[in-house]
């Protein structure tokens, strides 16, 4: 593309309402434009770059013999009823009503279509193996989108579904998109790590999720400094060692604790360290009041109990509900006397000695030990912390931040048994289907991309996926031999495959170096005036200086960089 005459901009100053480097710098480079919270514009170079990369997620995919359909955004609410998915979404459809007062939505999710589409092809376990994907706008209208494109209420989604006659069909299907989606970031350039996570709103048997690492990372990302554990927060497992304090029993004694609610500062008035304390934290569980009881100086894992109480979702009770079951304000909560139900964490169980509420305000119990208080279950209701075992090694967790970028999930028949997805087998019986889905965030890449690769000079694409290769930036536009150059050397160029932006704009060149480092161009070619020794300066964006080459020379050193 040439620029002269062209639409293009790109912005100096800093962006004050996008929160993310990423967010920050693409807009500033005139890729995208903030239309309200979560939803963007993407002009000409923005486009590019998702693109390129829909072209290497769609290589891949058929590749690995998936084939590439396309669903309706607007779809019949009823639809999200009949797999019992309508609840769990909530406010987070986009729903309206058609002229009929009939209930749509805007696409979320396309599960439900694609289980309807392989009706009308699956009778027998014969029409098996197959794998279907799509890449199509969703709609979810998030609580509080943030980070530019990492957290928006519209964007682009391939969803792939696999379908097989059983499990073992099911795992070898799993693991052929498992290794494509491996092959589609390493050759994006994304630095990702892939964890073990949880199935949340889609279900199923198992989820893994592709996680770009970096600091602003809306995930924690739970890893092992010895061997390859990797896993997501919310369901790493605690392990400690299970030890018993060997401290004699002491007889519990009610204490005064005046405006002392807190574990700081019980810690900052007491003589005792939160290692010694167990919270009493009440939650609602549906329509029921749980109290869990954790160590002091963990964290409660609110994935972990909603799993353990079999619940879509649990929340922190509200005032008033905690001073009802407990007859005290928040902070003095404790499990003795408690009338609710009691999930307490497995590392308390060896604890002796410690501190509680007294379900008194202003009161604390110390040395209390399990046997002056009932519960219900004992469970891994925690997260992990940094230092903590590996529960597969033994060696030490440490945590990073990561952006989901992509996601592969074994739904097993969960889907097909909800909307009735079945075959005949062999034995002529009718089975349910096993099905398998996998998902790209294809904005979300972009900005991880970005988010990965810039400096203080703007952002810096790799060659798989910039908007172009090949910056040509003219410094003379009126000098005959500079312009004869940079045309022959941008047609040259094209028609090795090559991609170009030229700069033939009446501006300084400093305003042209600035522009093409801004929107991170990988390679950049100045015709000045050393052409008349029929010189360019050529230059990578990941370099901080330039070399002079021979115009002879250029067009095949950028073929084994760009097409290698």
């Known amino acids: 593309m040439k620029l002269k005459n062209n639409f293009f901009y790109t912005i100096r100053e800093d962006i004050k309402d996008e929160e993310s480097v990423s967010g920050k710098l693409l807009v500033r480079s005139g890729m995208i434009k903030k239309n309200s919270n979560g939803i963007y514009m993407y002009t000409q170079l923005g486009r590019k770059v998702v693109q390129n990369i829909e072209e290497i997620v769609r290589d891949e995919m058929d590749k690995a013999g998936a084939m590439e359909v396309s669903m309706p955004l607007l779809i019949p609410e009823e639809i999200y009823i009949n797999s019992g998915r309508r609840t769990i979404f909530g406010d987070n459809m986009f729903t309206l009503n058609d002229r009929y007062n009939r209930p749509y939505s805007l696409g979320p999710t396309h599960e439900e279509l694609f ?232 590392e308390v169980q060896y604890m002796k000695n410690f501190l509680v509420g007294a379900n008194k305000t202003d009161y604390h119990y110390i040395n209390v030990n399990l046997s002056d208080f009932k519960y219900d279950l004992i469970a891994d209701i925690v997260n992990v912390k940094e230092g903590d075992i590996c529960p597969n090694c033994g060696g030490k967790l440490y945590f990073t931040k990561g952006i989901e970028v992509g996601n592969t999930f074994k739904l097993g028949d969960k889907y097909s048994k909800s909307l009735g997805l079945q075959y005949l087998d062999q034995n002529n019986k009718l089975q349910y289907v096993q099905m398998g889905s996998y998902g790209i965030g294809i904005e979300r890449v972009m900005a991880a991309v970005a988010e990965q690769n810039n400096d203080e000079f703007g952002l810096i694409w790799p060659i798989s996926i910039a908007p172009y290769q090949v910056a040509i930036v003219l410094i003379n536009e009126n000098d005959d031999k500079q312009k004869e150059i940079a045309d022959k050397l941008y047609d040259d160029l094209i028609n090795n495959n090559i991609s170009v932006l030229y700069d033939n704009r009446n501006e300084r060149p400093g305003v042209k170096f600035n522009d093409m480092d801004l929107i991170g161009i990988p390679i950049r070619l100045t015709v000045g005036k050393k052409s008349s020794e029929d010189l360019v300066e050529f230059k990578l964006r990941t370099d901080s200086s330039s070399t002079d080459m021979n115009i002879q020379d250029v067009v095949e050193k950028i073929k084994n960089i760009c097409l290698s």
Request: hydrophobic share 40%; with cysteine.
């Open 115 to 346: 289980v309807e589409m392989a009706k009308s092809g699956i009778k027998s376990y014969k029409d098996m193996p197959f794998n279907l994907y799509q890449v199509r706008t969703k709609f979810r209208d998030e609580t509080r989108p943030r980070y530019g494109l990492i957290r928006t209420r519209e964007f682009t989604m391939k969803d792939a579904y696999s379908f097989d006659a059983n499990l073992d069909g099911l795992d070898k299907s799993y693991q052929i998109m498992f290794n494509a989606y491996k092959n589609i970031f390493n050759r994006i350039g994304l630095n990702y790590k892939i964890v073990r996570a949880d199935t949340g709103a889609m279900g199923g048997l198992l989820s893994e999720e592709f996680q770009a690492i970096t600091d602003i990372g809306e995930d924690t990302l739970v890893l092992c400094d010895t061997c390859d554990y990797a896993s997501n927060i919310e369901i790493s497992e605690c392990v400690f060692k299970d030890e018993i304090a060997t401290c004699e029993a002491k007889v519990k004694e009610l204490i005064h604790t005046p405006n002392v609610g807190s574990i700081v500062d019980l810690e900052n008035s007491l003589d005792i360290t939160s290692n010694k304390m167990v919270k009493t934290l009440i939650y609602k569980a549906g329509s029921e009041l749980v109290a869990c009881l954790i160590k002091g100086n963990r964290e409660l894992n609110e994935v972990k109990l909603s799993k353990i109480l079999s619940v879509p979702e649990v929340v922190l009770a509200s005032e008033e509900d905690v001073q009802k079951v407990t007859g005290s304000k928040i902070g003095f909560a404790g499990p003795i006397d408690l009338k609710i139900k009691i999930i307490m964490d497995h």
